[in-house]
Nanobody
Framework: QVQLVESGGGLVQPGGSLRLSCAAS????????MGWYRQAPGKQRELVAS???????VSADSVKGRFAISRDNAKNTVYLQMNSLKPEDTAVYYC??????????????WGQGTQVTVSS
């Protein structure tokens, strides 16, 4: 089992900032890709940003220039720095990780989700 624990969500005013964190624990041998997805009410879950163990990143057009993803490989932790937040960024944010367990079986894990609300 590989568990992902997220933190850092909350309520923020438009233009504000939040930093999300997600730490993986359990039977982890290696993690290739870690990422953040979000799901707003009535909408499908969408990729926000992802990062490989080598540092290559992908991000949605809607967050480019405002959000930055980073990771600490030694801590199996991924971060999402969110700046210039807009009301349309309001959603539940989910952490995702893809890698290998200690028995070298591939895994895909999801966090429980953290609410981000952008409102005045």
């Amino acid at each position: 089992q590989v568990q992902l624990v997220e933190s850092g969500g909350g309520l923020v005013q438009p233009g504000g900032s939040l930093r999300l964190s997600c730490a993986a624990s359990g039977s982890v041998f290696s993690i290739n890709t870690m990422g953040w997805y979000r799901q707003a009410p009535g909408k499908q879950r969408e990729l926000v940003a992802s990062i490989t163990s080598g540092g290559s990143t992908v991000s949605a057009d809607s967050v480019k220039g405002r959000f930055a993803i980073s990771r600490d490989n030694a801590k199996n932790t991924v971060y999402l720095q969110m700046n210039s937040l807009k009301p349309e960024d309001t959603a539940v944010y989910y952490c995702n990780a893809i890698g290998l367990r200690r028995n070298l079986v591939k895994f895909t894990s999801w966090g429980q989700g953290t609410q981000v609300t952008v409102s005045s």
